[in-house]
């Protein structure tokens, strides 16, 4: 069954410092999503992604955060100067209206020090 | 706008006992609703999904789900649980299938009781 990858699994980054969250989506698919869940807490929306341009962003995706996909198979989100409170976990997914689905990946568990 | 409800942050039940997790969705337009799984330290598991076909929707691990628009709900039960069963349930609502994003719960922990 085809699967969302996402690298790397555990990311630690001091405070300031950008990062950068990749993630490779099921190849027929044509929506492409991050979310962020904070320990404890629920699943939040971040942005979604469709021919080569954001879709939607949530209040959460403020200017600190940008999306791409430059080659056509990657997926990534930047996190330009890293806050404390952006210690979560990261989660990309991708689907097809024709699917009826959404996959998501693994997750990155980013911690910022 | 979409919502999520879940009714419960915590449930707990004994192994074999019946396992319901209650979710009640604030849609405009007919939804498409999810339920997700998460095991500790892992990512989220599609357990089923309601696409406007069938109101009783039959999942993986032994898990349905039934649509009642009348309530708008989307309770998840087992008939009998397991062990295995112990993680965090998440029911989601998207309005545009495949297309748009999902709004989730805040999530229900699920303990199994030996």
């Known amino acids: 069954e085809p699967e969302v990858t996402q690298t790397p699994s555990h990311q630690v980054t001091q405070m300031g410092q950008e990062v950068i969250l990749r993630c490779v989506p099921i190849s027929n698919h044509l929506y492409f999503y991050w979310y962020r869940q904070i320990l404890g807490q629920k699943v939040e929306f971040l942005v979604s992604f469709y021919n080569n341009e954001i879709s939607e962003k949530s209040e959460i995706f403020d200017d600190q955060f940008s999306v791409e996909r430059p080659d056509g198979s990657n997926f990534t989100l930047k996190i330009r100067s890293t806050k404390l409170e952006d210690s979560a976990m990261y989660f990309c997914?991708?689907?097809?209206?024709?699917?009826?689905?959404?996959?998501f990946g693994s997750g990155t568990r980013l911690t910022v020090v | 706008a979409q919502s999520v409800t879940q009714l419960g942050s915590h449930v707990s039940v004994s192994e074999g006992a019946l396992v319901l997790l209650r979710c009640n969705y604030s849609s405009s337009v007919p939804p498409y609703l999810f339920w997700y799984v998460q095991y500790p330290n892992q990512g989220l598991q599609l357990l089923l999904k309601y696409t406007s076909a069938a109101t009783l929707v039959k999942g993986i691990n032994g898990f349905e789900a039934e649509f009642k628009k009348s309530e708008t709900s989307f309770h998840l039960t087992k008939p009998s649980a397991h062990m295995s069963d112990a993680a965090e349930y998440f029911c989601?609502?998207?309005?545009?299938?495949?297309?748009?994003?999902?709004?989730f719960g805040q999530g229900t922990r699920l303990t199994i009781n030996p």
């Open positions: 989601a609502v998207s309005l545009l299938q495949g297309a748009q994003k999902l709004v």
């Open positions: 997914a991708s689907s097809d209206p024709g699917n009826y689905g959404y996959t």
